[in-house]
């Protein structure tokens, strides 16, 4: 996308048009997908989201990664802020994939428009950069409350991340290695060079215990 | 150990490792003791959260894996616009921003220049961190139940630790003076877990040292202490050894003189590489032939084995004020070379019963 000199913001029929037109391309050739893609197939993405398939992933990014873009270079963000936002939103996707609980009553492209608009309408407000939302065109649901669960998400994310990052080496690793990789502790403690796996299993557990400690102190702060 | 235990119960019991019998026993247990129900309910949680983190931080790498391929391929517009156009672009975009933060950095730069000016001396460097130890509740049941019953009086819950030792068989002990100023009243206990009362009679916030003095009828006075105190510079890369307090038992560590000078140029303090924690402020330095050289203070909050020590001459300096300030007090210094010569582990022992833990509130 390039910017003419004295552009800007200004110009904006120039702009409206170009990005209209773009988002009517993209709707256009959606609509052809979407009679293609029934709700069974976007059900499978969102299994194959929650299992962490590249492949899903990829497939995602490509159907909606345009039209978020344009909607978010149309309101005053720059192509970074997009991949940013777009990059939360699939995030609050996996989330809600993942949890298991999620019925997508609305058409995929849909909420994810939804989320992003919003996600990026807060961030605009936040660096105070808010004006009137200039509209794709897409149609948007109520995602509140969605968001609202992803914060405290967001939050325990980094409170865990903090806690990780204070237990240090080897504990990271040791606790890493069992209950995430599911290694035996035979094999754990000939890869950490304890002398047996009673050992390598006393130091796993006073890690964890440290934490516990460190993680409930600011979870309990946090609530 | 017993918490070890507990954990390793648990964890068997989330996973059904345990057999029918002891699965009903512990069912029992966790019934009829909240505190093990809580245990199990936050073990799971703990699990669960660490797993949930686990599969974001992956998801996260998938996510940038493709979103790096996608750019590749040109379906994500690489970040930015180049040139020319994207200066004039920025610059109208931020151009009301812009003006407002240069003036309030114009506003800001000269209200900092007048207030470092009159400031410049009161302000203490922020990356300069007091290693007093900041006690939570559980620790102050154990420094309670370690208590031998027979003495007095017993600390009501005390807030900070720090390390003092003596100077003065008659009972006289030297902290730092962050450490006194910090406390309404004054503890201290030497390493068999007994408790005295103790009041300060002198500190000096330029070298950060203080003096106590231990006025409980209880305590004993003691001869002979096996160390000297040094009038002396050290020298650069003089090995040395400290004991203190960051934990309710005395903790040994050993390090080097690394810097002539403390934090910015200070001279009445050395720079040493050792590894001390919040609590070891007041601690002894000692050189390899037992003589004090320095009292630990401070560290640098961000670089790594920075520390900084008082040196030992400043106590000198400090009993010369004390009587020049008419105090009737004689404090006198102790000049043994009992440690010289002996191994590490034997000048610890020795040195042990005289490294008192300081707390308070």
Sequence with gaps: MIFIPGSGKGNPSFLRFFFLSFGLQISNKRINIYQVNTFEQEKQLLEGLALNDRAVIEAIYRDNYPMVQAFILNNNGNTDEARDIFQETMIVLFEKAVSGSFELNCQLKTYIYSVCRRLWLKRLQQLQRYHNPVENGEETVSVEEELEVHEKHNTDFSIMENALARIGEPCKSLLDAYYIQKKSMQDIASDFGYTNADNAKTQKYKCLLRLKKLFFAQYKNGQ | ?361
């Design chain 2, 1 to 361: 150990m017993d918490e070890l235990l507990l954990i390793e119960a648990v964890e068997r019991y989330l996973k059904g490792e345990m057999s029918p019998k002891e699965r009903t026993f512990f069912e029992e247990i966790r019934k009829n003791n909240p505190s093990v129900d809580q245990m199990v309910v936050e073990h799971t949680f703990l699990l669960h959260e660490l797993d949930k983190h686990a599969g974001i931080k992956a998801y996260k790498h998938s996510l940038n894996e493709v979103e790096s391929k996608l750019t590749d391929e040109g379906l994500i517009s690489r970040s930015q616009l180049k040139g020319k156009a994207r200066v004039v672009f920025l610059w109208k975009k931020y151009k009301r921003s812009i003006t407002v933060a240069a003036s309030i950095a114009g506003i800001i730069s000269i209200a900092t220049a007048g207030l470092i000016v009159a400031y410049t001396k009161k302000v203490t460097d922020s990356n300069k961190e007091d290693l007093v130890a900041i006690i939570d509740t559980k620790i102050k049941d154990g420094i309670r139940s370690r208590q031998p019953s027979k003495t007095l009086p017993v600390p009501p819950t005390p807030d900070y630790r720090a390390t003092g030792f003596l100077i003065d068989g008659k009972g006289f002990i030297v902290t730092n003076a962050h450490v006194v100023n910090r406390m309404k009243t004054i503890y201290v206990q030497n390493n068999k877990g007994e408790y005295f009362t103790a009041v300060s009679i002198y500190t000096d916030p330029n070298t950060d040292l203080a003096i106590l003095k231990i006025n409980d009828t209880a305590f004993r006075s003691v001869s002979n202490l096996p160390y000297s105190i040094k009038k002396a510079n050290s020298n650069l890369g003089e090995q040395i050894f400290t004991l203190g307090y960051p934990r309710n038992e005395i903790v040994y560590g050993q390090g080097y003189v690394s810097a002539k000078s403390g934090n910015e140029g200070d001279s009445t303090a050395y720079q040493l590489s050792v590894s001390v924690n919040p609590g070891n402020s007041g601690g002894p330095v000692l050189n390899r032939n037992g003589e004090i050289i320095g009292i630990i203070t401070s560290k640098n909050r961000t670089a790594d084995g920075v520390v900084f020590a008082a040196k030992s001459k400043n106590i000198y300096k400090l009993l010369e004020a004390l009587k020049k300030g008419g105090d009737t007090v004689t404090i006198k210094l102790p000049t043994n070379a009992g440690l010289k010569g002996l191994d590490r582990e034997q000048q610890v022992e020795k040195m042990e019963e005289f490294v008192f833990m300081v707390v308070g509130n």
